[in-house]
């Protein structure tokens, strides 16, 4: 399975493909507009997970709460 990757999502063990960084962000910043998010909110989002995803320098899979904080 080279290219995958198990994982938990709310208790549901499923197979996932791996998304890069930028493929998940973008996943993300559509699920804000789509949920009513103002184009200036998302503007924001993009931005700050940006610059945080360039200062950890990991797959996003690889960051864990005691790390972000």
Avoid at 25 to 36: H, M, N, P, Q, R
Avoid at 37 to 47: E, G, H, W
Avoid at 58 to 67: A, D, P
């Amino acid at each position: 399975m080279a290219g995958r990757k198990v994982v938990a999502v709310q208790g549901i063990e499923t197979v996932a493909v791996r998304f890069s960084n930028e493929e998940l962000l973008v996943i993300f910043l559509s699920a804000k507009k789509v949920e009513g998010c103002s184009d200036r909110t998302v503007r924001y989002y993009r931005l700050t997970l940006q610059k945080a995803l360039e200062q950890l320098k990991k797959h996003l899979t690889h960051i864990f709460s005691k790390q972000a904080g």
